[in-house]
């Protein structure tokens, strides 16, 4: 089992750029959760992906949006980048209704 | 007042001490506390998860949680430097279904 599978691993983008970032969820789970992570702090939630649609969403502006596909996968898209959008994305599966997530090793976003 | 707080540390200890990590939360109706390790350049992992009060011990490590005092704990005992990594405390539950994290508490064991 592959776990939580995230690409890319590392990215650099400049300043008003759009990004997307991939997430394939641990097999057997159905739910996406998006984290964002800034240097020293813990990972914020972003927004949360079941049956393809947002379920829930935290305290992001809506530059940041996403998407699940039929297989469960999901796309973290984030537009006109800001320098403070630098972080390590986080992906993190589940099972429908379950609150122990599964993390992938993340995305590192370097906005230049 | 944020939902969770942990200290950052960074917090040096020489192998074989007993490590106390701790964050305190604002929101009686939390239901679930876990904690999750995180090493360099990887994503969290889960590392302990607890739902009442009291103590859930697994091998060297033990979590602690006293909801009278919102108040979370996780002991490691004889201290590796494998263990050297970020804990995070995690809780979860009230009206959002949602994982809320600590800022994390960077733990380096000194061999």
């Known amino acids: 089992d592959a776990g939580v599978t995230q690409s890319p691993t590392h990215l650099i983008k400049t300043r008003g750029q759009q990004v997307t970032l991939r997430c394939s969820p641990k097999s057997g789970h159905d739910t996406v959760s998006w984290y964002q992570q800034a240097l020293g702090q813990g990972p914020q939630f972003i927004f949360q992906y079941y049956e393809e649609e947002e379920r829930q969403r935290g305290n992001f502006p809506d530059r940041f949006s996403g998407h699940q596909f039929p297989n469960y996968s999901s796309e973290l898209n984030v537009n006109a980048l800001l320098l403070g959008d630098s972080a390590l994305y986080l992906c993190?599966?589940?099972?429908?209704?379950?609150?122990?997530?599964?993390f992938g090793a993340g995305s590192r976003l370097t906005v230049l | 007042q944020k939902e969770v707080e942990q200290d950052p540390g960074p917090l040096s200890v020489p192998e074989g001490a007993i490590v106390s990590l701790n964050c305190t939360y604002s929101n009686s109706a939390f239901q679930y506390f876990m904690w999750y390790r995180q090493y360099s350049r990887k994503g969290p992992e889960l590392l302990m998860y607890t739902y009442s009060s009291g103590n859930k011990e697994d091998g060297r490590f033990t979590a602690q949680v006293d909801k009278s005092s919102k108040y979370i704990s996780l002991f490691i005992r004889d201290s590796q430097p494998s263990d050297s990594a970020t804990y995070l405390c995690?809780?979860?539950?009230?009206?959002?279904?949602?994982?809320?994290f600590g800022t994390g508490t960077l733990l380096a064991v000194q061999p």
């Open positions: 995690a809780i979860y539950g009230g009206a959002t279904n949602k994982l809320i």
């Open positions: 993190a599966s589940s099972a429908v209704g379950a609150n122990v997530l599964t």
